[in-house]
């Protein structure tokens, strides 16, 4: 009798920590083996979406051609809002979506960002089933995830597994430093915006980067739960971020001397080509400095500004007509042109 009332205990006490484990999106390879992962993504995977983008272009012969692209997508709201990442839609002209179940509608694009590499589409739909977002700061290194979506432009609903191999990991993606989730999931070109699921159908992530060459397998991230919600938000209620300072400059990183047209392009560094605010600073002048801290490229004013707010006002050392300068310049707020 005692043997009994011990295996029973033993036999709640697993059941209770797979019940655990379930909840939070965590799992051991014991866990595993009774949890039904296909049942998971049959719950998640009509959350997934195909996005295909058409844009025009022209030759150098002035004659007009249209490339296509494809990514991923997730829906937000049922509604038919769904996020995807920036650079999948970036210049198109046309963005289409399709369903898990087929159905084709032409987006509208409701708001990106570039910072974060986050968009927003929107479709006249209704009845779509919304992914549900998890807290992504609750997930960690080890935690069971999956990945759906459309590899390679033509494979949507494609299905990989894998962990979380890292989080809070400092990614530099074109010159903007993000800090995303690491995952050993396999994706390729076309998963980009397409969800990363933890073991409970929560969204853990949106995929938007792998890093590719030759040996390397097993190293792609994605954009925390966390910001994409904060984000998104933002999108659809306002069409950009709201609240993120600029200096208000268009700039030109100039890289070696005589690269540009203009004469004082002549010393290597980050010129401003456009003042789009009365802020003191001019066309050609080349960036020193920024509240202290040297500046070499576009990403170290970005950083500058990261640690500031809209309205502060913050000093900015230019070399103007070869001579250096300090200007007093007032934050604005970024908005979209």
């Known amino acids: 009798m005692k043997h009994r009332i011990q295996k029973q205990a033993v036999v709640l006490a697993c059941a209770i920590l797979m019940c655990m484990s379930l909840l939070c999106g965590t799992a051991s390879a014991a866990t595993l083996a009774v949890i039904d ?37 997730i829906v937000l709201s049922e509604d038919g809002y769904i996020v995807t990442n920036r650079h ?23 708001g990106a960002d570039e910072k974060t590499d986050l968009a927003v589409l929107k479709i006249n739909a209704s009845g779509l089933t919304a992914a549900k ?12 995830v999956i990945a759906i979506g ?19 990991r400092e990614v530099t993606i074109d010159g903007r430093t993000m800090t995303l989730l690491q995952t050993s999931a396999a994706v390729n070109p076309g998963n980009s915006g397409g969800g990363l699921f933890n073991l409970g159908g929560e969204l853990v992530g949106v995929v938007n ?3 590719s060459g030759e040996g390397i397998e097993g190293l792609a991230f994605a954009i925390p739960a966390n910001t994409v919600k904060e984000i998104t938000q933002e999108l659809i209620q306002y069409g950009y971020v709201t609240g993120r300072p600029q200096l208000g400059v268009s700039v030109v990183q100039i890289t070696r001397p005589g690269m540009g047209r203009q004469a004082y392009y002549s010393v ?9 605010a009365d802020n003191g600073l001019k066309a050609g002048d080349r960036i020193i400095q920024m509240d202290g801290t040297a500046i070499n490229n576009a990403a170290d004013i970005s950083t500058a500004l990261d640690r500031r707010s809209v309205g502060d006002v913050v000093k900015v050392i230019v070399s103007r007509s070869g ?5 007093d310049v007032k934050l604005t707020e970024q908005r979209p042109t």
Not at 268 to 276: E, F, R
């Open 37 to 73: 992962l296909a049942g998971v993504v049959d719950g998640a995977a009509p959350s997934v979406v195909e996005v295909f983008t058409e844009t025009k272009q022209v030759s150098s012969w002035f004659q007009e051609y249209v490339t296509e692209g494809a990514g991923s997508g």
């Open 88 to 110: 999948v839609i970036d210049g198109a002209n046309t963005v289409k979506v399709r369903l898990s179940g087929g159905q084709t509608y032409t987006a509208a694009l409701t």
């Open 133 to 144: 977002l998890a807290d992504s700061s609750a997930a960690r290194a080890g935690d069971f």
């Open 150 to 168: 459309n590899p390679l432009g033509e494979l949507g609903g494609t299905v990989t597994e894998g962990i979380i191999s890292a989080k809070d």
């Open 209 to 211: 980067a792998k890093s």
């Open 268 to 276: 290597p560094g980050l010129y401003i080509t456009q003042s789009t």
């Open 323 to 327: 001579e250096e300068t300090a200007v």
